[in-house]
Nanobody, 124 residues
Framework: QVQLVESGGGSVQSGGSLRLSCTISGYTYNGYCVGWFRQAPGKERDRVAVLDSYGTSDYADSVKGRFTISQDNAKNTLYLQMNSLKPEDTAMYYC??????????????????WGQGTQVTVSS
């Protein structure tokens, strides 16, 4: 059974930093098609930062230069370092994964596996 467990959310002031972690289990983690999404109240869930089927990072324009996605394959853990946080970053942050057998097998299909979410609140 695939499980994604996030941690590291919290409340910070504008300009502060947080690091989110997501521990992934239930399949042979290979670092492809994993990423972070967020959803603010009343809004759709949006992509924040992902590692695609080639392991290439891709960021939403709103977080480029402030957020960094990384991983520790030995620990089956995905991270999101968030710096220079803004009130508009306030949302529930979700870890997501799609299982592909090898690098570049196909494009990532997001939406099948999600974590429970971790809340990030940024005050001005």
């Amino acid at each position: 059974q695939v499980q994604l467990v996030e941690s590291g959310g919290g409340s910070v002031q504008s300009g502060g930093s947080l690091r989110l972690s997501c521990t992934i289990s239930g399949y042979t983690y290979n670092g492809y098609c994993v990423g972070w999404f967020r959803q603010a109240p009343g809004k759709e869930r949006d992509r924040v930062a992902v590692l695609d089927s080639y392991g290439t990072s891709d960021y939403a324009d709103s977080v480029k230069g402030r957020f960094t996605i990384s991983q520790d394959n030995a620990k089956n853990t995905l991270y999101l370092q968030m710096n220079s946080l803004k009130p508009e970053d306030t949302a529930m942050y979700y870890c997501a994964a799609d299982i592909i057998p090898a690098r570049g097998t196909r494009q990532c299909a997001w939406g099948k596996y999600w974590g429970q979410g971790t809340q990030v609140t940024v005050s001005s």
